[in-house]
């Protein structure tokens, strides 16, 4: 490349104004605020929840919670909780949640390319009269992300029309891309074999999802 993208960076908000123009009003009246009932059918029906937040010094992170459908709880018309589940303990998003109180979420549902995105401030919460009136996943939480509602709306299904994601015909063959544990092998380096990795990845998740 010929030069540092970076220096070629847009800088104000007036700037992209120029290249894009003005929202339609819907695209600001469709955020409605709250947790309202149709949104809670959304909830309710999502396995897959992408957690988007930020650390104290402004790294980004997003990671995907999963569970069967309801594993997230609708608190009230403004507040939901997400139960943490069995990981590798990095907490990049509780410590991320903790040290600046805020968080971002993507809700998915199988097959439909509508999702739901919802911002607003966010809390961690150990309480165990608490986390006992969550839907655990696997092993009871030992924590939950509680989320208060700021921004509340549906988003446009374009993304998953352009990708096909839901599209069985367009997925790659297994062989077409490198396994997980080939992924960490070139990754993690050192003395590892793949085939000891495969052995591992498949002992955790026969053992360590519950």
């Known amino acids: ?28 009246r469709k955020d409605v605020g709250r947790l309202d009932d149709m949104c809670a059918r959304l909830i309710a029906a999502s396995r897959m ?6 650390s104290a010094e402004g790294r980004c992170d997003v990671t995907p919670r999963g569970g069967a459908a309801g ?13 943490d589940a069995t990981g590798n303990r990095r907490i990049d998003t509780l410590r991320n949640v903790v040290a600046t109180g805020q968080a971002g979420l ?8 509508w999702t739901l995105r919802i911002n607003g401030r966010a809390c961690v919460v150990a309480e165990p009269a608490f986390l006992e009136s969550l839907v655990a996943v696997g092993k009871p939480p030992r924590t939950a992300v509680v ?4 921004e509340v709306y549906a988003h446009c299904p374009k993304a998953f029309v352009r990708s096909e994601l839901w599209e069985p015909e367009t997925w790659l063959a297994p062989d077409d891309l490198p396994s997980p544990a080939e992924v960490a092998r070139a990754h993690l380096g050192g003395s590892l074999k793949v085939e000891d990795i495969e052995r591992r990845q498949q002992e955790s998740l ?3 999802l519950e």
């Open 1 to 28: 490349m010929a030069s540092d993208p970076f220096t070629l960076a847009l800088r104000s908000e007036g700037q992209l104004r120029e290249i894009y123009g003005a929202a339609d009003p819907t695209a600001w």
């Open 49 to 54: 929840v992408f957690i988007a937040s930020f």
């Open 71 to 83: 594993f997230v709880t609708v608190l009230d018309e403004k507040r939901l909780a997400i139960p």
């Open 106 to 113: 993507v809700f998915l549902v199988a097959g439909r390319s």
């Open 147 to 150: 989320v208060e509602a700021e």
């Open 206 to 208: 026969r053992h360590r």
